[in-house]
């Protein structure tokens, strides 16, 4: 079988995790190098990643989470941000930046923008705003975490359930430097290692023939 499928089987939405077992450095780095390497549309990259191991400060967080235990048992909690608006248009640091490691000349980057332009006014504005596009591509590096951390025999658990206004706003109090520059919150990872007494239950899926059609 092939070994992304592998540990696609591998994964499950952790639960509860046993809050004695810690992921070794060397392993969490490379589980976050694989959203480091992640795609986004116009190689934009509009995230960070806050690899949270601190437990008052996830103490704190669990109430604004529907008070969810993986907040607080797992090894490390992933805060995936997105840049909204601000640092996402043309002109903007962020956008020079990643232009720049790209070794577009002036010409090639007006060229750019206005294709960027096109597709904000006419693709993008009118089905979602900045956040909701942001999010979309954090949503890849999501899944290249939980894949990263399966194929390292590390469970996690994807967590949408939080309070979004609540965390934002602890956020920017509690680490205003790393919120700073238009960060807010699009989902969030618990990695760690399942509780020996957690029984998974049965994977859940509609066919396959269903829900994959060759056409
Ligand atoms: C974007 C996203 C958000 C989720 N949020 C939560 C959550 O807040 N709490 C939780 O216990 N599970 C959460 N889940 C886990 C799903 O319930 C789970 O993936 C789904 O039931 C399928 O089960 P499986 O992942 O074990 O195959 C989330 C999953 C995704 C993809």
Excluded at 75 to 81: D, F, G, K, N, R
Excluded at 119 to 137: D, T
Excluded at 140 to 162: H, N, Q, T
Aim: hydrophobic share 40%; glycine share 2%; net charge negative.
């Amino acid at each position: 079988m092939n070994a992304v499928l592998e540990a696609l089987y591998f994964r499950h939405a952790c639960k509860k995790f046993d809050p004695e077992r810690t992921i070794p450095e060397e392993t969490i780095r490379e589980i976050m190098e694989a959203a480091h390497i992640s795609p986004s549309s116009f190689g934009l990259q509009p995230w960070k990643f806050l690899v949270i191991s601190d437990h008052a400060l996830r103490r704190e967080m669990r109430p604004l989470c529907w008070d969810q235990p993986q907040v607080t048992d797992c090894s490390h909690l992933v805060v995936i941000l997105t840049r909204r608006e601000k640092t996402l248009k043309p002109g903007s640091e962020h956008m020079r930046r990643v232009f720049a490691m790209r070794g577009f000349n002036e010409e090639q980057l007006r060229a750019y923008y206005k294709r960027i332009e096109n597709y904000y006014w006419q693709e993008l504005i009118p089905y979602m705003n900045f956040f909701a596009w942001g999010s979309k591509q954090c949503y890849i590096a999501l899944a290249d975490i939980m894949a990263a951390a399966a194929a390292s025999k590390v469970d996690s658990c994807p967590l949408e359930g939080f309070d979004k206004s609540a965390l934002d706003h602890f956020l920017h109090e509690k680490l205003p430097d790393e919120m700073a520059d238009d960060f807010s919150v699009a989902v969030l990872c618990a990695l760690g290692y399942r509780h020996p007494d957690w029984q998974q239950p049965a994977r859940a899926r509609l066919p396959f023939e269903e829900v994959v059609r060759f056409v």
